[in-house]
């Protein structure tokens, strides 16, 4: 396998370090100091390339928000993976159904402790996630929602049903 997916993680992540330290729009507060994101090491065993078992009648569910809201998203599909010799289940949303993104919020083992404690999220984009051979679903990938940095954002929370019960050591890790 190439390792080039391994350098777009990693430029996306010094991508991002930058635009927090430096935008003006950053999600860190401008008076906090900011010396980077921690992240677990990429890690090829959280890299799945799935197929998403799409539901005929994709059921609207009520998300809960940061700030005691609530939001609308359709429950797509499931895509199901091995994690730690373990089946593990994980649901996909779309907040559009004409949207060919998918979304991904999770909880797992590692939040709350290692990660950030309402959970992360995966967006799926069709040009670089899609394959012929189902979805790549790379938890390389997860971060955290803008309120994990400040409370001035309202995020949506993982529903139940994404709630890993297995550790998840990849990613964004908790912001400090």
Not at 14 to 27: G, V
Not at 79 to 84: G, L, N, P, S
Not at 103 to 124: I, M, N
Not at 153 to 163: G, I, Q, S
């Amino acid at each position: 396998m190439s390792d080039d997916w391994r350098s777009a993680i990693e430029h996306q992540r010094e991508q991002k370090d930058s635009y927090f330290a430096d935008d003006p729009r950053s999600p860190i507060p401008q008076d906090e100091p900011f010396d980077g994101l921690s992240y677990f090491p990429i890690d090829e065993d959280y890299r799945f390339v799935v197929p998403l078992e799409t539901y005929d009648d994709p059921e609207t569910v009520i998300v809960g928000t940061s700030t005691d809201g609530e939001q609308e998203y359709h429950r797509w599909g499931e895509f199901r993976v091995t994690i730690d010799d373990e089946d593990v289940p994980v649901q996909a949303y779309k907040s559009d159904p004409s949207d060919d993104r998918l979304w991904v919020p999770f909880r797992d083992e590692t939040s709350g402790q290692e990660t950030y404690g309402a959970g992360r999220y995966l967006d799926l984009e069709p040009d670089t996630h899609r394959r012929a051979d189902g979805w790549v679903l790379d938890f390389n990938e997860a971060y955290n929602p803008t309120c994990a940095y400040s409370d001035r954002y309202e995020c949506p929370l993982p529903p139940t049903e994404n709630w890993l019960g297995v550790a998840v050591r990849a990613g964004e890790k908790d912001y400090e």
